[in-house]
């Protein structure tokens, strides 16, 4: 599934009359740039929670609509006419016209990654009370987190079989709980 173009109406930074982002050109690479305030955090998110939509996983969409418009606002996305999706595009707002909540779109959103710069300072920043980065943490718990091991039975997550091996390795250790009583 592809992403053919992006509307944006009055979400964040977007406001009046919809942004639109044409990225039907085939074989083109898609670099991000901007000064500080121009949207790129907005379309980031807009992105974000559509697909987080479609899962249940659902943000109030008036909660981030542009304050200063009273107009309805909305994130829609347009696919390639070559995919499964028997709607043109889909759209995650307060009344969406096309809802999020369709299977390949669903799919798309358990195996999608969303990395902010916070993830990828991650790779590379050494916390105080660490001794080495731990790219494994970020791996399982961010990139592969809502892949599905289809080898597993029943088919699960990496992220629900890593915890499952972290509960046997590290099971939590009872503590006593000492209680200072002053005299």
């Given at each position: ?95 969406p016209q096309n809802d999020t ?83």
């Open positions: 599934m592809k992403i053919a173009k992006i509307e944006i109406k009055n979400f964040k930074v977007f406001r009046g009359e919809p942004y639109v982002f044409d990225l039907s050109q085939k074989g083109l690479n898609l670099i991000l740039y901007g000064e500080n305030g121009s949207g790129k955090t907005s379309l980031y998110k807009a992105l974000e929670y559509f697909f987080e939509s479609s899962e249940g996983d659902f943000r109030n969409f008036a909660t981030y609509q542009n304050r200063f418009d009273k107009d309805n606002g909305y994130v829609r996305l347009h696919f390639t006419s070559d995919t499964n999706l028997p709607e043109e595009y889909y759209e995650w707002s307060e009344n909540r369709v299977e390949p779109i669903i799919d798309a959103s358990r195996t999608k990654v969303f990395l902010d710069y916070k993830d990828l300072l991650k790779t590379n920043y050494l916390h105080a009370s660490e001794k080495s980065v731990d790219v494994y943490d970020l791996l399982v718990k961010t990139l592969l987190k809502n892949i599905i091991n289809v080898e597993s039975r029943p088919p699960r997550s990496f992220a629900e079989q890593w915890q499952d091996i972290s509960d046997i390795i590290f099971p939590e250790q009872e503590t006593e709980q000492v209680v200072d009583i002053p005299q």
